[in-house]
C-alpha cells in the first residue's frame, strides 16, 4: 500500500520521459545516470509497475507508464501555476503582467492593448518579444501570462491554448500624399504602383493572394517584409504603396507624413490573445480582456 508517493522520484521519471534518453536527462541533471536510474526504479517498485521499456538506447513508455506521466505533466504544471500565481503578486493592489508578444505584432497595437494599466505605478510590466513557438513554450511553462499574436494556435490534449480574438483591424493600401491621384480604384493600384507587402507566413498575406487571384491580378511586389516595424519604416520613406494596417502607421497619417488610399476589402488582420488554463487568471488581464477595443 502506497503512504505517500515520493515526488521527487517522480520529478525524475517526469524528465525521464520527456527526453526520451536517460544519458542526455542524467547530464541535463547533473547527477550519475546509475543513480537517476535508481531513482527511476524506486518509483517503479513504489507503484509496483515497470514505466519504462528499452529499444536500443532509447526508453519507450509502458502504458502505465503513459498513465503516470499525464499525472506527473499536470502536477508540475499545477505546481509552475502556484509560483507564477504567487511571483505575479506584489503586496498591495498591485501586480505583476508578464507578456509576450510576437515580433511582427504592431507596437501600436500593443501600446493599445495596454493603455488601461500603463498609467498605474503599482502594476509591474514584463513585455517580451519574440518567435510565436518560443512564447507558448514559456507560456506553457507558467513565465508568461499571455502571448499577444497576429496568428492563431489551436489546442490539442498536450497544449490547451485558449486563444481569444481580441480585434479586428482594417489592411489599407497607404503610402506618401499624392503618390496616387483621384478616386480609389484597388484594382488600378494593384497594376501601376509598387507594393510593398507582408511576407507570405502572415495572415495578411495570404488574405491578399487569394484576392489578387480572385481579381486575376498579379501585384507588382517590390518588398516582402516579415515585420510591421520594418513595413512600417519602408511605408514613410521608400516611395511605393504599402499594403499595411492603418493603426500600425498611425502616428504617420495623423501628421500627414503618409496618405490612405482607401481599404483593401476582404483582407484583415486579426490579433489574438493566448492564454493557458489556469485556475487563478494573472491580476488585472481579465481587466484588459474587458476593456480594450481597438481604436476604428
Known amino acids: 500500500m502506497i503512504n505517500r508517493l515520493n515526488y521527487h522520484h517522480l520529478y525524475y521519471f517526469w524528465r525521464v520521459a520527456a527526453e526520451g534518453h536517460l544519458t542526455r536527462t542524467a547530464?541535463?541533471?547533473?547527477?550519475?545516470?546509475?543513480?537517476?536510474?535508481?531513482?527511476?526504479?524506486?518509483?517503479?517498485?513504489?507503484?509496483?509497475?515497470?514505466?519504462?521499456?528499452?529499444?536500443?538506447?532509447?526508453?519507450?513508455l509502458t502504458e502505465m507508464g503513459a498513465s503516470v506521466l499525464r499525472y506527473a505533466e499536470a502536477i508540475f504544471a499545477l505546481g509552475n501555476e502556484l509560483l507564477a500565481t504567487t511571483s505575479s503578486q506584489d503586496a498591495g493592489q498591485g501586480g505583476q503582467?508578464?507578456?509576450?508578444?510576437?515580433?511582427?505584432?504592431?507596437?501600436?497595437?500593443?501600446?493599445?492593448?495596454?493603455?488601461?494599466?500603463?498609467?498605474?505605478?503599482?502594476?509591474?510590466?514584463?513585455?517580451?518579444?519574440?518567435?510565436l513557438e518560443e512564447l507558448l513554450s514559456r507560456l506553457a511553462a507558467f513565465e508568461l501570462d499571455v502571448v499577444l499574436s497576429n496568428r492563431p494556435v489551436i489546442a490539442d490534449d498536450k497544449h490547451p491554448w485558449r486563444c481569444r480574438t481580441l480585434a479586428r483591424q482594417e489592411v489599407c493600401l497607404i503610402g506618401p500624399p499624392g503618390l496616387v491621384q483621384g478616386p480609389f480604384d484597388l484594382a488600378q493600384i494593384l497594376r501601376q504602383q509598387l507594393l510593398m507587402v507582408p511576407s507570405a507566413k502572415s495572415e495578411i498575406r495570404v488574405r491578399f493572394d487569394l484576392l489578387c487571384e480572385k481579381l486575376g491580378i498579379e501585384p507588382r511586389i517590390r518588398a516582402e517584409v516579415d515585420d510591421m516595424a520594418t513595413l512600417r519604416l519602408l511605408a514613410r520613406d521608400a516611395g511605393a504603396v504599402a499594403l499595411i494596417p492603418a493603426i500600425v502607421v498611425k502616428d504617420e497619417l495623423g501628421k500627414g507624413l503618409l496618405e490612405k488610399y482607401g481599404s483593401v476589402q476582404g483582407v484583415e488582420e486579426t490579433f489574438y490573445a493566448i492564454t493557458v488554463r489556469r485556475r487563478f487568471e494573472a491580476p488585472h488581464l481579465q481587466e484588459l480582456f474587458q476593456l480594450f477595443a481597438m481604436p476604428g
Do not use: M
Open 97 to 131: 503582467l508578464r507578456i509576450g508578444s510576437v515580433s511582427t505584432l504592431s507596437r501600436n497595437f500593443l501600446e493599445s492593448f495596454l493603455h488601461p494599466v500603463l498609467g498605474r505605478q503599482a502594476v509591474k510590466l514584463n513585455l517580451e518579444a519574440g518567435g
Open 27 to 60: 547530464e541535463r541533471l547533473h547527477i550519475s545516470q546509475s543513480a537517476l536510474s535508481a531513482q527511476i526504479r524506486q518509483l517503479e517498485e513504489q507503484l509496483g509497475t515497470p514505466l519504462f521499456l528499452r529499444e536500443g538506447k532509447k526508453l519507450l
